[in-house]
């Protein structure tokens, strides 16, 4: 070969495309699984000793094997929980995932979309959230948040009393922290039933996956 | 001991449900998940590897909450009106069983880390400064309930009998057998007391006659009935249900 110059790539080599799913959300999506598990069935045999309403959980749902159990895994779990809350919050206001992915999260949006998902008509585009799963997860998020709070108000009714007053106290904190687990479960109950009629979701929550090009 | 497994001593009033061997086997894979987060290196085959991670994690929630507590924070405080009727018997043992001590036999032991141990009969604990409080009582079961109380500051009273203000913890054994003990630094709580009185009047038998620990910086179980001695010291005094696996500090 002469001294021809190879031709210069053209366009050709792809610009780094991000991640569907950056390593910082899929790992703090993990823990906060994980973590979550251990903190609502611990938290349902608490609930067990000194039900708020007219009901029990079923001992089999619940962790612990007994109250002191369930305690101690509760406020082991909640540092699991709480740290990886935090790490997640700074990371998704610092890097931009939080404006990025889910904002903005409009009224007629979110209409839009609901008709459009109850009609089945709603695409579920990988690395693009649709407004009502803004909606849900930015609400779930908010939740965990609220979870914590209120969690906190319970704990520490004395040094944390403004937290409790805020929450009604003591015995509302309760009800709002039972409120909050509730909508957790509910969105993790929809939250499975998605993955499982969109599959395609649940590997780069994984692995990363690769982000389709951003559309204009 | 394990933290998981409901202690064997009859229970009336926890009643924890003795669990069968799948749901033991299911609680410990659950478990072995959230511990599996909380530490590396966990050995998830030895049997008792949860136990000792959740007890870890236990006594830093004591350090935890040792450093949250704040001396001069008081705990909210009611009316009369806002006071629970009746107010819920709780203990290791049925109402029934609650003991019936001799009030004027009794004599509060005092002993370990303090220059005076003479004993004090409850006419000398009642010729001390009375101090009352209507505060809520939490139990570590999850219900509250306001409840009136009037006695002695432990903390005057600790300085009355010389105790060293150095020492770690106050201990208290009680007259049907119980035990427990608390910081030094929520001991000398302002609205720590050695309550005498109940509603205005000498406290019920099954509420803790003749004397009991309140205090509304700790959970319910915290709050020891019917102490028939107290001492200072440095070694970690534990507690009944302490040393079955509640949080030794529990702090409000």
């Known amino acids: 070969m002469s001294g021809d110059a190879k031709p210069k790539p053209v366009a050709s080599e792809p610009r780094k495309r991000r991640a569907i799913h950056s390593s910082i959300v899929r790992l703090t999506h993990w823990i906060n699984a994980a973590a979550m598990v251990v903190m609502v069935t611990s938290g349902w045999q608490i609930y067990n000793a000194s039900p708020i309403f007219d009901f029990k959980f079923p001992a089999w749902m619940t962790l612990g094997g007994w109250l002191a159990g369930a305690i101690a895994s509760h406020f082991a779990a909640m540092w699991v929980l709480a740290i990886n809350l935090l790490v997640y919050l700074v990371y998704g206001v610092v890097s931009g995932h939080f404006r990025r992915d889910l904002l903005p999260i409009t009224p007629a949006g979110v209409w839009r979309d609901t008709r459009a998902a109850l009609a089945f008509r709603l695409p579920h585009a990988l690395g693009r959230y649709n407004a009502v799963q803004r909606l849900l997860y930015a609400g779930v998020i908010a939740l965990i948040v609220l979870v914590v709070v209120s969690g906190l108000a319970v704990w520490k009714p004395v040094q944390f009393q403004t937290l409790t007053w805020l929450m009604g106290g003591f015995d509302s904190a309760r009800v709002v922290h039972f409120f909050a687990m509730a909508g957790i479960v509910g969105f993790f109950l929809v939250h499975i039933l998605l993955v499982m009629i969109v599959p395609r979701t649940l590997a780069p929550m994984i692995v990363g996956g690769t982000a389709p090009e951003a559309t204009p | ?252």
């Open chain 2, 1 to 252: 001991m394990s933290l998981i497994r409901p202690p064997r001593s009859s229970l009336d009033d926890l009643k924890p449900e003795l669990v069968d061997l799948e749901r033991r086997l299911f609680l410990r894979g659950s478990l072995s998940l959230g511990a599996l987060t909380m530490l590396t290196g966990c050995n998830l085959v030895e049997g008792n590897s949860v136990d000792k991670a959740l007890l870890a994690m236990s006594r830093w929630n004591d350090k935890v909450q040792a450093w949250l507590f704040d001396p001069n924070k008081l705990a909210q405080t009611y009316t009369r009106a806002d006071i629970t009727t009746p107010f819920p018997f709780n203990a290791y043992y049925g109402k029934s069983r609650a003991p019936a001590v001799d009030g004027a036999a009794y004599r509060l032991e005092v002993s370990g880390l303090v220059s005076d141990r003479k004993s004090w009969t409850v006419e000398e604990l009642r010729a001390l400064p009375q101090e009352s409080q209507i505060t809520r009582l939490i139990c570590v079961e999850g219900w509250s309930a306001v409840g009136e109380w009037s006695g002695v500051r432990l903390g005057a009273f600790l300085d009355r009998i010389g105790a060293d203000s150095r020492a770690r913890y106050v201990g208290f054994k009680c007259a049907d057998g119980y035990y427990s003990g608390i910081d030094m630094a929520t001991a000398r709580h302002p609205q720590t007391i050695l309550a005498l009185d109940f509603g205005g009047g000498a406290l019920p038998r099954e509420y803790g006659y003749p004397m009991r620990l309140r205090m509304p910086t700790k959970l319910g179980f915290k709050n020891a009935k019917h102490i028939a001695a107290l001492f200072v010291t440095n070694d970690y005094p534990g507690g009944y249900w302490e040393d079955k696996g509640y949080n030794w500090f529990s702090g409000s």
